[in-house]
Nanobody, 123 residues
Framework: QVHVMESGGGLAQAGGSLRLSCAAS????????MAWYRQNPEKQRELVASITTEGSTNYADSVKGRFTISRDNTKNTMWLQMNSLKPEDTAVYYC?????????????????WGQGTQVAVSS
């Protein structure tokens, strides 16, 4: 059983900052890539940023240079520092965690979604 707790969303003015956090808990063989996605009513859910266990990162072009993803493997926690926010960053932000479990000598890969946290940026 895996549980994900997101926090840090809210309202910010354009040019401002917010920091999202995602804490994962549960039982797994390994906690793998963690990522932030976002979705607003007008678009499909899109990848914002991801980070591997080793710390390799990937960003959507729209957030490069403004957002920074990080994680602490000892705490199973990931953060998204969002600076220079724009109104188009307004969306529900979802945490996604990929993890592996071992069962009957086989390793199975799963992913789990958080419930989302609202980010609203006013102009």
């Amino acid at each position: 059983q895996v549980h994900v707790m997101e926090s840090g969303g809210g309202l910010a003015q354009a040019g401002g900052s917010l920091r999202l956090s995602c804490a994962a808990s549960g039982s797994w063989l390994s906690l793998n890539t963690m990522a932030w996605y976002r979705q607003n009513p007008e678009k499909q859910r899109e990848l914002v940023a991801s980070i591997t266990t080793e710390g390799s990162t990937n960003y959507a072009d729209s957030v490069k240079g403004r957002f920074t993803i990080s994680r602490d493997n000892t705490k199973n926690t990931m953060w998204l520092q969002m600076n220079s926010l724009k109104p188009e960053d307004t969306a529900v932000y979802y945490c996604n965690v990929e993890f592996s479990v071992e069962r009957d000598t086989y390793v199975y890969d799963y992913d789990y979604w958080g419930q989302g946290t609202q980010v609203a940026v006013s102009s």
